[in-house]
Each structure stands twice: as C-alpha cells, then as structure tokens.
C-alpha cells in the first residue's frame, strides 16, 4: 500500500474510532504532528495511541511491538504512513 | 416475562472461532481439554484446560478474553443480520468474571520478577466491564450496557436480564453473552482448591475427580417474537424463562440438599410456563467436582422425577469456561432443541449410582423435544436456569 492511501485510511480511522470530527480530518496534512503537546498536532494522548494502534493493527494486519520504540513513528501522519506502508509491503 | 426469540448465535470455543465448530465438536463427542500452552504449569496437579486454538481475530494489543467477545459478538449480530442502523437502541449485556487478567498476570510477573519496567497498557482492559466497552465500542450498540458477575452462572445471568430487557419492551433487541479467558489466578486457586482432575474431567462418573477449566466466548442476539417475524429472521427457537436463586449457604459450596437448584428450575418453568413434564433435556451445570454433580443430580430429582429427563455435560467437551459457560451452553441448549440432537457426556464410563438420569454417554442421541433447561450455578451459590423452547 502507498504512504498516500495508508494517510487516507488513517484520517478515516480518526473519524471512526478516536471520534474526531469529520471536518477536522479534511484539514489534516501529512506534516500534521500527533502526540499532545507538540506545536500543531492534533493531540493525542496515551489512550487515544493505545486505540490507533489497535485500530491500525487491525486494518492493515501488521504487528507492531512494543520492545521497539514506536514513538518516531507516531510524530506525525508523513512517519506513520511511510511505516505503515513500509511494514505492509513486506506482507 | 413474555418468551423472547433468539435470532443470532456467536461463538468462540476451544473447538475454533465459530457456532459450527462448536456445534460439531460438541454433538461429536470431541474432547477439547489439551496440555495447558497459555501459562506455566510446572508443578501443579493438574496442567491440563481446553483453550481456544490460535488464530483469534483482532489485534493482540486487545485482551485475549476482549478478542474472544468482540469475535463472537460480531458473528452473533452478523448471523441475525442486525444492520449497524439497528444497533442504535440495542442493549449489550455481558457475563464475565476475569476480565483482561492473563495480561495484567504477566504485566504483573513482568514488573515485580524480571525486574523490568513493562508498558502498562494491559491494565486498560482488566476490569471484568472491559468486554462490553470494546464490544459495544466496535460494533456500534448504544443501548443500555451492563456486566454480570455472578461467577461460573454470569453467562447465564446476562441471558436472563437481556430477556428481561425485551420482553419488557424496553429495548427492541439485545445481545447477550460471557466471556472468560484461561488465568493464572483462576488455574491456581481452582489447584488449591484441588477442585482440578489431572486427567480430562468426567461428569457424573463415580470415577470422576474434579473440573478440568476451559475458555471462551458465546453471544446471542435476543429479540422481540413479532420484530424478529416482521423483518423474516430466522428464528432459532425461545428464550421461555429464568429462574435465578442464591444458596445463602456456603461461600464455594453449594447447599446439599440442592435447594437453590431446584428452586432455579422450578422458577424458570414457572415463568415459562411449562410443566415438569414437557421438558426432554437438560444441559447440566455438570461440573464433575464430587458435589456439585452429586447435588445438581439430587435437585434434578426433586424438580423432574427420577430418571425423568435426559441429561448431558457440555463440560466433559470443552471444560468449565466459566463466565461463558453459561452461554457457551445455552448456545448448545438452542441447537440440541434446534437440530433435535442432545449433544454427550464424553468420557463417561461409569455412571455414578447417586446420579440417577440416562447422561448421554460418549455419542450423541436423536431425540426431539419441546423444551430444554440449561443450569448455570455459581460459586457462592448463584443458581441461573434458562428455559428454551423450540422454534415453531
């Protein structure tokens, strides 16, 4: 899968499982940052990660542990779409 | 109460994900109760359950047990065909007891062992009333939401007040189930008790020694007769009644007599009413500890006559799945009825003399009927029957 449809698939997983609403989504860049707290982002919080990640291991049927630190990935929409895109073209 | 149809059937079993797998392990007499993989057992009595086999869908950041429920939760509404608009005004009512405890068990052991400072993540789903938040969450039913815990009966229980729940009109459908994921604390405290057969557990046989555990996950949708008509679904047969009583006798053991037992049966028939006499089968608690097949038989008797009903274990197939006994078994109870097939009791060789009722040994029977009870009793003596009838 491209980054660009991963990107699609994860402004949907917003909307349907973290509740975000629809109109906020369209707004959404790939620099777009995520955790709560860093300048611009969307503010996720420990919850809300531990609910996208459920939610994206599940549409693209790829495992991501935790031994590893996962934080780089999660810093904005660019770092998680090219590592999910990355992880499912192994698949 | 007003009988209730059951429309849809979800089930995740140590036969495999699905109400196929189950209905064919169990009519077949298939034993599921294996070497426990999930948990370390060195030096226990007993290092035998039936857990459910690889491959359960959902990401492994879910509990073991919130995978089992939302599995057999989806399968359960798919089967009914109740569209994503409909579930709006379901009502989702869960039996559980363990909750997310394997996973909080190892985050545990994690921290306090190997010294390690592990994610604390596990600890979202621990509570028993995880289930219902993700299996409600997923699947989009924002109807009234509620979590039964009433120990080896909360399956069961969860049946009987989503009945309640439609009958009364107060909601259009539900979906009721229960869920219990192998433990660590459930396997140990059930040694301790030495309540567990090394060997894979045999109801009602004068040679039995105990439970042997298992895990799982079943739902049923629950609707009105005339809604589940008016739209042609199909109908699996009725939820016709309940009785639910408490032993307010012993904290683990049951009261000897089976007097709460009994008046468990009779009050499901009452409510149902239907006589003694019009009931073919009975899916036992059948537990295959000393007492409890000993005293459930007793209060059989008392209910039925001797010898009057047939009677079999789902248990000597699957084990003791604890708050989804109840509607693994209910489950059995609809399709037994369903397919007019009483499922056996596996294993049994030698029938205890103070049972007293033909138990179906080894291989299914055909025999058809209108009515049949299953019995859920709980630690504590919390005693659930429900009371199904077939479809017309």
């Not at chain 1, 420990?46 to 495992?63: K, N, P, Q, T, Y």
């Not at chain 2, 005293?295 to 989804?324: D, N, P």
């Not at chain 2, 060789?349 to 049972?355: C, K």
Request: net charge negative; proline share 5%; charged share 20%.
């Amino acid at each position: 899968m491209e980054a660009k449809e991963v990107f699609d698939e994860l402004k949907t997983i917003l909307v349907t499982r973290l509740k975000f609403d629809p109109r906020q989504a369209v707004d959404l860049t790939l620099e777009t940052t995520m955790p709560k707290g860093v300048d611009g982002s969307i503010g996720l919080d420990s919850l809300d990660f531990i609910e996208l990640a459920i939610a994206i291991e599940e549409r693209f049927g790829i495992v991501m542990d935790e031994a590893g630190d996962l934080a780089p990935h999660f810093a904005s929409f660019d770092t998680l779409s090219r590592y999910i895109a990355s992880r499912t073209a192994g698949a | 109460m007003k009988s209730v149809a059951v429309t849809g059937l979800g089930v995740v079993s140590p036969f495999g994900t699905g109400v196929k797998a189950f209905w064919e392990g169990i009519s077949s007499g298939s034993c599921a109760i294996r070497p426990i993989t999930l948990i370390d057992t060195e030096g226990f009595r007993c290092r035998i359950a039936a857990e459910v086999p690889a491959g359960i869908a959902g990401s492994g950041r879910r509990s073991r047990a919130d995978r089992m429920a939302l599995a057999a939760a989806r399968e359960a509404l798919d089967d009914a065909g109740i569209a994503r608009a409909e579930r709006a005004d379901a009502a989702l009512i869960v039996g559980a007891v363990g909750g997310g405890m394997l996973e909080t068990e190892a985050w545990y052991w994690q921290r306090t062992r190997a010294g390690a400072a592990p994610m604390p993540r596990a600890l979202t789903s621990c509570f028993p009333s995880s289930h219902a938040d993700v299996v409600g969450s997923a699947l989009g039913l924002g109807g009234p939401r509620e979590t039964i815990v009433t120990a080896c009966s909360s399956g069961a229980g969860s049946l009987a007040l989503a009945a309640d729940l439609v009958a009364d009109g107060v909601v259009p459908l539900a979906i009721a189930g229960g869920v219990d994921a192998l433990t660590r604390i459930c396997f140990m405290g059930f040694n301790a008790l030495k309540l567990l057969d090394p060997v894979p557990c045999r109801p009602f046989d004068r040679e039995r020694r105990g439970m042997s555990l298992g895990e799982g996950a079943a739902f049923v949708v629950l609707e009105d007769p005339q809604r589940a008509k008016s739209r042609r679904a199909r109908i699996y047969g009725e939820l016709a009644g309940y009785g639910m009583t408490g032993d307010a006798f012993h904290v683990t053991a049951p009261h000897p007599e089976g007097e709460g037992m009994a008046r468990a049966m009779r009050a499901a028939l009452e409510q149902g009413g239907v006589a003694p006499a019009a009931v073919g089968y009975v899916n036992a608690h059948g537990t295959a500890t000393l007492q409890n097949d000993r005293i459930e038989a007793r209060a059989m008797r008392a209910v039925f006559g001797e010898g009057r009903v047939l009677v079999s274990s789902t248990k000597s197939m699957i084990g003791h799945t604890m708050a989804a006994a109840g509607a693994l078994e209910a489950v059995a109870t609809v399709l037994t009825l369903l397919n007019e097939l009483v499922p056996p009791t596996a294993r049994l060789e030698n029938l205890d003399p103070e049972i007293g009722f033909d138990c179906v040994p080894h291989a299914a029977r055909e025999v058809a009927f209108e009515h049949a009870i299953s019995n859920s009793f709980g630690f504590g003596g919390q005693n659930v029957t429900l009371l199904f009838r077939r479809a017309a």
